[in-house]
């Protein structure tokens, strides 16, 4: 098991730029979740799905962000358009219904400059 | 919803020290406690979890009680060595477990000196 697979590990680009941010999840796993982790906020749930539907995305912080899971192997994070303050580490997370233990990724370290 | 609540911050102790790390939280419902270590640089990774039907669960130095009427559980580790050192965070379900949405502390950052 390859774990949960994100991408990029680093994203630099400069403010108004388009980022999308990729996430395999493991094999099996019905449940998805996109964590931001930053200093002064620790980690912000930001949306989450169960079986490629999304359930709660109270947590996304403005129309800049958006999130898309095609299929259960792959989800997107998308900011259109970036800002400084969206830097931040962001990381993926999966498990499976009933099952607790997230398994996280590696983590995206986006810096918009 | 759930709160969770994370003290202290910081700790920092001397190798071979115990460290205690402790957690409130406010959904009376929830059942699920999970404590994550996070190294400089890397992913949060789950160490251990309780559930609610017991009141402690041990893995070698580590740790953790809870105490439903009080709404609150701790993470000991005894014996420190300098690789303890890290971020530990708490971490709750919402909505009384019904989904596997987690809510997590602040983080206490563990420094254990040599």
């Known amino acids: 098991d390859a774990g949960v697979i994100q991408s990029p590990r680093h994203e630099v680009t400069e403010m108004g730029q388009e980022v999308t941010l990729r996430c395999k999840p493991i094999?099996?796993?019905?449940?998805l979740f996109w964590y931001r982790q930053t200093m002064m906020r620790g980690l912000e749930l930001l949306i989450y799905?169960?079986?490629?539907?999304?359930?709660?995305d109270s947590g996304m912080p403005e129309d800049r962000f958006s999130a898309k899971m095609p299929n259960a192997s792959f989800s997107t994070l998308k900011i259109q358009p970036s800002e400084p303050r969206d830097s931040a580490v962001y990381f993926c997370?999966?498990?499976?219904?009933?099952?607790?233990?997230?398994?996280f990724g590696s983590g995206t370290r986006l810096t918009v400059v | 919803g759930e709160n969770v609540e994370q003290h202290p911050s910081t700790l920092s102790v001397q190798e071979g020290d115990s460290a205690v790390i402790k957690c409130t939280y406010s959904?009376?419902?929830?059942?699920?406690f999970p404590w994550y270590k996070q190294e400089l640089g890397k992913r949060p990774q789950l160490i251990i979890d309780?559930?609610?039907?017991?009141g402690e669960k041990k893995d070698q130095r580590i740790a953790v009680t809870l105490n439903k009427t009080a709404k609150h559980f701790s993470l000991h580790i005894t014996e420190t060595q300098p690789e303890d050192s890290a971020v530990y965070f708490c971490?709750?379900?919402?909505?009384?477990?019904?989904?596997?949405?987690?809510?997590f502390g602040t983080g206490t950052l563990l420094a254990v000196q040599p």
């Open positions: 959904d009376s419902a929830s059942n699920y």
């Open positions: 971490a709750a379900p919402t909505e009384g477990g019904a989904t596997n949405k987690l809510i």
């Open positions: 799905f169960n079986n490629n539907v999304p359930i709660d």
């Open positions: 997370a999966s498990s499976r219904s009933q099952v607790w233990g997230y398994t």
């Open positions: 309780i559930r609610s039907n017991v």
């Open positions: 094999s099996g796993h019905d449940y």
